[in-house]
């Protein structure tokens, strides 16, 4: 399916980059003016627009750079005030990541942002080009796919353990990682394509309340987002240089949720399925995978046991990308596909 969706997906890109570059190429160089580490590497005028980054959400992506330079930045414009939100939420993570006492080696990974402007008609980020090669397109040619995997969950798993907590589970926790999703899923589109959802998302509710209210798990800071194309990696995939993207970041996360991100995406890309089929083939098995069993094991027995267990950190997962997404973007509940194979899917086979 995930062939079909980027054959059907590749001529709205094609056309929606030329608009973009047709459209923004002409004020690069007022908006490089305003960033001072810029325009101390060039004039504002010598700045253009690279390549179109392509996005699935409420924001537009640019790579701008010079003729004659490899020097780059990431410039990120709003198209929507949950974007606005959205960058605004991440501007707090980064700058709290940067002082955290614990987290100082760790620097390095972090987005560094260079401008943030507000203007009536257009908001907009410039932020530094981190260097590297993108983790989607290494795992897609590897020939061994799980030693970039066992990298990259190294790499968030050096935030989970420094910034961990104990808690008990009670009703705020429920609230934040399981009513407030499905209550986003509830007042979408999703619902409609599909018989008997509101039955079974109650019934979903009840039971991860049954499973974890008053139990002890740990919590972190977490990245909200750790899916292949949001990490970067040295051309030898050898060393994570980067982790982009903390706009869905919270500093009371479920660890485990970062893992089934990262370990589900590796298995998109190997059996070209969607998520939401991923989900269910591990959910039905109850295991992952010889080798990301392994991995899953290596990564939450730092926690002593103090994770919700797979199956319910699954649905959880599943609630939190589903209703991430569709806050992220309207395009998600009005893309039917993505909506059978990512929510039906996991109804029908549930």
Known sequence: MIPLLKKISKPYRRWQSERLLHRLSPRIPEIVKACPQLTAIAPAEQWKIQQVVPTLSDTQSFVIGLDDSPVTAILQISVSQRAITSFEHQTKVLAHLRAHPRLSDQQRLLPHLLLERNDKDCSYWIFERLPGVNALTALD???????ILQRVTEAIGVLHQRTANEITVDDRFLEQWVSAPIEVIRTSTLPYYQRQSHAFLNCLAQQLADSLIGRTIVTSWTHGDYWPGNILLSPEHDTVTGILDWDRAQPDGIPSLDLVNILASALRLEKRKELGEIIIDVYKQGTWPSGKQMLWQQTTQAFAGKLPELRDTLM?????HLSANLLKSKRY?????WDKYNYGYVLDHL
């Open 316 to 320: 959880i997962f599943w609630l939190w």
């Open 333 to 337: 509940s009005l893309n039917t596909i």
């Open 141 to 147: 040619q590897a020939n061994n796919p799980d030693g």
